[in-house]
């Protein structure tokens, strides 16, 4: 089997007869991606020195550094703000203390008090030294979903103004059964962005909430809770976000305290979670309930960087291609117990830091490309996709030409593949690209198995969509890897153990990986960019994309082909 992944990378070069009409353009030259190098990135940015690269830190300087060396040792160019190597991302800070708690009343009974990091989880993006609020009314708003298109508002008018909106995770389709399809708006168990946490927050706050609680559960969610507190009560907001108008709260209620809340209130979470997927759902005041709480804030105002470097366009060098990964991780901390811990972030993500290294060097020991190729390790990903979504708000290129984003957010360490995953399938034409290529390298393209994690909103890419960008992201968490040694069950192993390190301090480098199939998915993408770059192809989106009509905004501000 081994002899004929060799042969099938061998013929990369016939690429360009294989149907593919981004690929069809360019005779390709394969390039390999060095894991032992990729593991040597992974292993310096996950060291003690770089403290787990949260935001605001020495290790955030440290790593800044070390990305603009690599960089320049590559043999980049500056990309970033003034002819520099970065770009500035103004950020607010907010930690809560710990030993926070939340004390709700249900009419005249006893206050029930609901301690942080226990059955609460409370952060805030006000830059404010306390947040104070007393007697606020709570509200059921099921899923807190307003979608004209599809013809869904959970709100129906309600006034959220001086309350708590109370929101379930995911989205309406999350709990339909295989043969239902009354109620299918949303994907079925596909994620769409109204599942997640972020979208909950923005609507909570354009409605005029002073609060906003997501209710956890696991599978909806996707992690357990100690993946919620993870960050322990710090948040991190874009400058502009601590206005008068966001939430003074926000943050999740624990399933089982949910449910126990509801019970005292003289509800029954689970049947109003069951009506909530349906389109008539109305929201419930939870009769004589109130929040009341009181918690001083740490707040700092911070200036924090995107990295990006450039190979520019020798005929059209105001087209770009962008590969990007996120450099931050979640920082040192405590754990349960008081003790002292460092969330390295290894993997997730320095990982896709790594494979963006090898590319940027494939591309810079080729030929000159006709496009630019941006290369770009963003800030504050873990927070809320800050870096990205702050340079979509002050790009340094023209987005309207940008042709492509790629987007690298946790690779697996467990070899080769006889797989690969779409994140978001029938999106567009980059994914069919990508398809083309992995045959090529001997492997079958899959959907990704679990949708309803919603990996095509939790990362990077989707500040790049939302303005119309075609985006292709490789997230080695959509399914399990059918891996040559072992098949899928060392396949299903590696991603369950990875899990049980996500956002954790073990997700720490280690010298049994092997990186030959992270190398593997590096060089898919090399080859799908490279396509590109050498080609006046335009990838687009496919009908029913909700990004589809964005980008044909736009469309008439790129050059003829």
Same mark, same amino acid.
């Given at each position: 089997?081994?002899?004929?992944?060799?042969?099938?990378?061998?013929?990369?070069?016939?690429?360009?007869?294989?149907?593919?009409?981004?690929?069809?353009?360019?005779?390709?030259?394969?390039?390999?991606?060095?894991?032992?190098?990729?593991?040597?990135?992974?292993?310096?940015?996950?060291?003690?020195?770089?403290?787990?690269?949260?935001?605001?830190?020495?290790?955030?300087?440290?790593?800044?550094?070390?990305?603009?060396?690599?960089?320049?040792?590559?043999?980049?160019?500056?990309?970033?703000?003034?002819?520099?190597?970065?770009?500035?991302?103004?950020?607010?800070?907010?930690?809560?203390?710990?030993?926070?708690?939340?004390?709700?009343?249900?009419?005249?009974?006893?206050?029930?008090?609901?301690?942080?990091?226990?059955?609460?989880?409370?952060?805030?993006?006000?830059?404010?030294?306390?947040?104070?609020?007393?007697?606020?009314?709570?509200?059921?708003?099921?899923?807190?979903?307003?979608?004209?298109?599809?013809?869904?508002?959970?709100?129906?008018?309600?006034?959220?103004? !001086?309350?708590?909106?109370?929101?379930?995770?995911?989205?309406?389709?999350?709990?339909?059964?295989?043969?239902?399809?009354?109620?299918?708006?949303?994907?079925?168990?596909?994620?769409?962005?109204?599942?997640?946490? =972020?979208?909950?927050?923005?609507?909570?706050?354009?409605?005029?909430?002073?609060?906003?609680?997501?209710?956890?559960?696991?599978?909806?969610?996707?992690?357990?809770?100690?993946?919620?507190?993870?960050?322990?009560?710090?948040?991190?907001?874009?400058?502009?976000?601590?206005?008068?108008?966001?939430?003074?709260?926000?943050?999740?209620?624990?399933?089982?305290?949910?449910?126990?809340?509801?019970?005292?209130?003289?509800?029954?979470?689970?049947?109003?979670?069951?009506?909530?997927?349906?389109? *008539?759902?109305?929201?419930?005041?939870?009769?004589?309930?109130?929040?009341?709480?009181?918690?001083?804030?740490?707040?700092?105002?911070?200036?924090?960087?995107?990295?990006?470097?450039?190979?520019?366009?020798?005929?059209?060098?105001?087209?770009?291609?962008?590969?990007?990964?996120?450099?931050?991780?979640?920082?040192?901390?405590?754990?349960?117990?008081?003790?002292?811990?460092?969330?390295?972030?290894?993997?997730?993500?320095?990982?896709?830091?790594?494979?963006?290294?090898?590319?940027?060097?494939?591309?810079?020991? !080729?030929?000159?490309?006709?496009?630019?190729?941006?290369?770009?390790?963003?800030?504050?990903?873990?927070?809320?996709?800050?870096?990205?979504?702050?340079?979509?708000?002050?790009?340094?290129?023209?987005?309207?030409?940008?042709?492509?984003?790629?987007?690298?957010?946790?690779?697996?360490?467990?070899?080769?593949?006889?797989?690969?995953?779409?994140?978001?399938?029938?999106?567009?034409?980059?994914?069919?690209?990508?398809?083309?290529?992995?045959?090529?390298?001997?492997?079958?393209?899959?959907?990704?198995?679990?949708?309803?994690?919603?990996?095509?909103?939790?990362?990077?890419?989707?500040?790049?969509?939302?303005?119309?960008?075609?985006?292709?992201?490789?997230?080695?968490?959509?399914?399990?890897?059918?891996?040559?040694?072992?098949?899928?069950?060392?396949?299903?192993?590696?991603?369950?153990?990875?899990?049980?390190?996500?956002?954790?301090?073990?997700?720490?480098?280690?010298?049994?990986?092997?990186?030959?199939?992270?190398?593997? *998915?590096?060089?898919?993408?090399?080859?799908?960019?490279?396509?590109?770059?050498?080609?006046?192809?335009?990838?687009?989106?496919?009908?029913?994309?909700?990004?589809?009509?964005?980008?044909?905004? =736009?469309?008439?501000?790129?050059?003829?082909?």
């Amino acid at each position: 089997m081994r002899s004929a992944r060799i042969s099938a990378t061998a013929i990369l070069s016939m690429l360009g007869l294989l149907g593919s009409s981004a690929l069809a353009a360019d005779p390709l030259v394969y390039a390999p991606m060095d894991p032992v190098r990729m593991s040597e990135v992974i292993k310096t940015l996950a060291s003690d020195p770089f403290e787990g690269r949260a935001p605001g830190t020495i290790g955030a300087i440290k790593t800044v550094n070390y990305l603009v060396a690599q960089f320049q040792a590559i043999g980049l160019q500056p990309a970033g703000e003034n002819g520099g190597w970065t770009q500035e991302v103004p950020m607010v800070h907010t930690k809560i203390a710990p030993e926070s708690v939340v004390q709700f009343r249900v009419g005249q009974s006893e206050p029930v008090i609901y301690r942080q990091l226990q059955e609460i989880y409370l952060t805030t993006n006000m830059p404010s030294s306390q947040i104070k609020i007393t007697d606020a009314p709570l509200v059921f708003v099921g899923y807190g979903v307003d979608a004209p298109a599809r013809d869904w508002d959970d709100f129906k008018g309600v006034d959220l103004k !001086g309350k708590i909106a109370v929101i379930l995770i995911n989205d309406p389709d999350f709990r339909a059964k295989p043969d239902e399809a009354v109620f299918d708006r949303f994907g079925g168990r596909t994620m769409t962005y109204y599942g997640r946490w =972020t979208y909950k927050f923005e609507e909570a706050a354009r409605r005029g909430a002073i609060g906003a609680l997501v209710v956890h559960d696991t599978e909806a969610a996707s992690y357990p809770w100690s993946t919620v507190t993870a960050p322990g009560g710090e948040n991190f907001a874009l400058e502009k976000q601590g206005a008068p108008d966001s939430l003074l709260l926000q943050g999740w209620i624990e399933g089982k305290a949910a449910h126990e809340l509801f019970a005292r209130a003289g509800l029954d979470l689970d049947a109003l979670s069951e009506a909530a997927r349906r389109p *008539d759902f109305r929201p419930v005041i939870l009769p004589s309930a109130s929040l009341t709480t009181s918690f001083d804030v740490a707040t700092t105002h911070l200036q924090s960087r995107n990295v990006l470097a450039k190979l520019p366009g020798t005929t059209h060098p105001d087209e770009t291609i962008m590969y990007g990964a996120h450099w931050d991780a979640f920082g040192k901390g405590k754990g349960p117990h008081g003790e002292a811990m460092i969330r390295r972030g290894a993997i997730d993500d320095a990982s896709g830091v790594a494979a963006v290294f090898e590319i940027a060097r494939a591309f810079k020991e !080729g030929p000159a490309p006709e496009r630019t190729i941006v290369f770009a390790a963003w800030t504050a990903e873990e927070r809320g996709l800050l870096g990205s979504t702050y340079y979509v708000e002050h790009p340094l290129v023209s987005l309207e030409k940008t042709v492509a984003n790629f987007t690298i957010d946790v690779l697996q360490m467990g070899g080769l593949s006889h797989n690969a995953f779409i994140v978001g399938a029938g999106q567009n034409s980059l994914q069919d690209d990508f398809s083309t290529i992995a045959s090529s390298q001997g492997r079958v393209t899959q959907n990704e198995v679990l949708p309803e994690r919603g990996a095509f909103y939790r990362a990077d890419h989707l500040p790049f969509a939302r303005a119309g960008v075609p985006v292709l992201p490789i997230m080695d968490l959509a399914g399990y890897p059918d891996l040559l040694k072992g098949g899928v069950p060392a396949g299903r192993k590696w991603l369950e153990g990875y899990m049980a390190c996500y956002h954790q301090p073990c997700d720490a480098w280690n010298a049994s990986w092997d990186l030959s199939g992270a190398a593997e *998915d590096a060089a898919a993408l090399y080859e799908v960019g490279r396509s590109l770059a050498f080609s006046r192809m335009w990838p687009s989106w496919k009908q029913g994309s909700e990004f589809k009509a964005i980008r044909d905004r =736009t469309e008439a501000q790129r050059p003829a082909l």
